[in-house]
């Protein structure tokens, strides 16, 4: 099993603020995606990162796949209430198989 | 229209009974999943299919089985309900198996065994 540690586990923050969130692996991967879940929904699919390296930009979300394609971060900049939920990454091996990471709580209050 | 769809939404049923939730896609895509998210909302997969065939399997009980009608369903049944099995299901689907196909969940199917 290819573990994913995303830190932190819950984060609570202001309207405005920024905040980064982390996922760490000993593994390599070949691609690592970024879903958000709400309550009583599914997952869904942010972003895809496939380079060593890579930024990928999606309005106020910057993500970011380490050089060694074994962590990732997300980084929101003046978060907004409608930012809050369950952040989780997730790895995708080079047989192709998904891991999930442990997740980031983000409750963003108005 | 929904693209993955999966019935119940939500499942309360005893200890020792044998249950299945369904599990239908739209978008024409070759790999269907199961995934159980836990009460710490870890998501383990528990099983995917690819043009009917089962390519993975992991280290799931033998009261779980996937049954794939067609490439647009994959159904779980879960025979002799623990209470251990509480948890939300998902099922997923993606265009194919490979790193660059994302996966599209369902909105879950919250199963509570007392």
């Known amino acids: 099993t290819q573990l994913l540690e995303q830190s932190p586990q819950f984060l609570s923050i202001q309207e405005g603020e920024n905040l980064t969130v982390y996922c760490n692996s000993s593994?390599?991967?070949?691609?690592l995606q970024w879903y958000r879940q709400e309550p009583g929904e599914g997952p869904v699919l942010l972003v895809t990162?496939?380079?060593?390296?890579e930024v990928k930009k999606l309005k106020r979300l910057t993500f970011q796949f380490g050089d060694a394609r074994k962590d990732s971060s997300l980084h929101i900049t003046a978060a907004q209430p409608g930012d809050t939920g369950l952040y989780l990454c997730?790895?995708?091996?080079?047989?192709?198989?998904?891991?999930f990471g442990t997740g980031t709580s983000l409750t963003v209050i108005p | 229209d929904t693209a993955v769809s999966q019935t119940p939404k939500y499942l309360v049923t005893q200890m020792g009974n044998d249950k299945s939730i369904k599990c239908e896609q739209n978008?024409?895509?070759?790999?269907m999943y199961w995934y159980k998210q836990d009460s710490k909302k870890f998501l383990k997969i528990m099983f995917s299919y690819n043009n009917k065939e089962l390519i993975i399997n992991e280290t799931v009980p033998n009261r779980f089985s996937p049954k794939s009608p067609d490439k647009a369903h994959l159904n779980l049944h879960i025979n002799s309900l623990e209470l251990g099995d509480s948890a939300v299901y998902f099922c997923?689907?993606?265009?194919?198996?490979?790193?660059?196909?994302?996966?599209?969940f369902g909105n879950g199917t919250r199963l509570t065994v007392t």
């Open positions: 593994s390599v991967f070949s691609s």
């Open positions: 997923a689907s993606s265009q194919f198996t490979g790193s660059n196909s994302p996966l599209h």
């Open positions: 997730a790895g995708v091996s080079t047989g192709n198989q998904f891991y």
């Open positions: 990162v496939v380079t060593g390296g």
């Open positions: 978008l024409g895509h070759d790999t």
